[in-house]
């Protein structure tokens, strides 16, 4: 099976996290891409397949030389909850034009809007009906990682040291790796194959924590409130307002931190903000956590004690300071792109990854592109060179180490 005809399988299955319930996995239709991988790394002849009670999927491909490190390759299986992922209607665009493209009556993945796109001409490129996303996120990646082990299996005269395989739930809710198990993955380095476009490599992100806002009111009837109304909605619209307008995805770029708002729900009695705060730089990250706690503090000093509260827990730090003792690494997978005739882009993950923090726990795991663009969006797109380049790339690693 082609790495394109495994793509189109894995989107069809339904993954989407969600960080409200607790578990891991957080939804347990993940655990169906993890049984169908199970299934499908026994099928091509991998060693080693567990698939554990958390839904962590893990295989071996064994050595056939002596002496070489234990490479570890990592993928997620879920996809964001940014956008629907259920009932995924992707299609390929054969040899695209350069024009807009219609995903659906009156949906248009516009030029205007996404000129990266323009990259792209000529070559087939996987879109979907513009009602959900795709799911190259990071679907693409596991499809080049298990396409990357069918082959070196179907060709044993290329020499290699030990292969270790991990796909991981939960991901895009920052908990991909609570329950990985690095002792038992035995890996003594890895990548995700979890970036963007192609040519991408990271090994810096953002620190990363989570927060949510929760703003108490009082609900009297509107015909009384004189001075007994307490309308949460607008305290928390002027929690909104107090932040710093040009700190937000929409007005940063590079290593520029921000405060994300991702959803919010609300009544005159109760609301709820729910926030993502990134910056590279551990200090200012830390300064973003305080103006929070102090923008709470004058909130309550003026509505009082207890009327809002802020709740904030720290999902993942930048891995820099964990790869850089060990940036032959990096060297590594530069030589493997330039070896693929992939122009190599090394910059910082405007994101996170499970290498973060798997990075912290004692594996160094880099980043490399899976090949999509647009991810969390109605409007992603993977062309299909892309992830074949990632799976030359994945094989140059394996023969260079």
């Not at 169906?32 to 991988?37: N, V």
């Not at 790394?41 to 991998?46: F, N, Q, S, T, Y």
């Not at 590279?280 to 509260?309: C, P, S």
Request: net charge negative; charged share 25%.
């Amino acid at each position: 099976m082609n790495s394109t005809e495994r793509f189109l399988n894995y989107v069809r299955i339904w993954t989407t996290s969600d960080d409200t319930t607790g578990t891991t996995p957080s939804t347990v239709r993940q655990l169906d891409l993890a049984r169908y991988l199970r299934d499908e790394l026994i099928a091509i002849g991998m060693s080693e397949v567990t698939l554990d009670e958390n839904g962590y999927v893990m295989a071996t491909l064994p050595a056939n030389v002596e002496g070489k490190p234990v490479l570890g390759l990592i993928a997620h299986m879920d996809t964001a909850p940014d956008a629907s992922g259920e009932n995924v209607q992707a299609r390929i665009v054969r040899a695209y034009d350069g024009k807009d493209i219609e995903l659906s009556p009156g949906i248009v993945l516009e030029t205007s809007k996404y000129p990266e796109i323009l990259n792209y001409k000529g070559q087939d490129i996987i879109v979907t009906d513009g009602t959900t996303l795709l799911g190259a996120d990071d679907k693409a990646g596991v499809a080049e990682i298990v396409t990357a082990m069918e082959y070196l299996l179907a060709h044993p005269q290329i020499k290699h040291g030990k292969v270790r395989v991990g796909f991981t739930p939960d991901e895009e809710i920052g908990e991909g790796p609570d329950h990985f198990d690095v002792a038992k993955f035995g890996a003594d380095f890895g990548y995700t194959m979890d970036g963007g476009a192609i040519g991408e490599l990271e090994y810096e992100n953002f620190n990363a924590a989570s927060l949510k806002v929760h703003v108490h009111g009082v609900n009297v009837h509107p015909g009384y409130g004189f001075e007994k109304m307490v309308n949460s909605m607008l305290i928390a619209r002027e929690f909104m307002g107090m932040l710093p307008p040009d700190e937000t995805p929409a007005t940063t770029r590079g290593y520029e931190g921000f405060f994300h708002i991702v959803g919010m729900s609300g009544t005159v009695e109760q609301t709820t903000l729910s926030y993502i705060i990134r910056d590279h730089n551990r200090d200012q990250f830390e300064a973003r956590k305080a103006l929070v706690e102090q923008l709470v503090k004058e909130l309550n000093d003026e509505y009082g004690e207890g009327t809002i509260e802020a709740v904030m827990k720290d999902q993942y730090y930048n891995m820099r300071e964990m790869v850089e003792p060990k940036m032959w690494i990096v060297d590594l997978a530069k030589q493997a792109m330039e070896e693929a005739g992939v122009k190599v882009k090394v910059q910082p993950i405007r994101g996170g990854t499970d290498g973060a923090r798997l990075s912290f726990m004692g594996l160094p795991c880099p980043n490399i592109f899976a090949g999509g663009e647009n991810f969390h969006s109605r409007f992603e797109y993977l062309p299909i060179p892309s992830m074949e380049k990632a799976i030359e790339v994945i094989l140059n690693i394996i023969k260079l180490c």
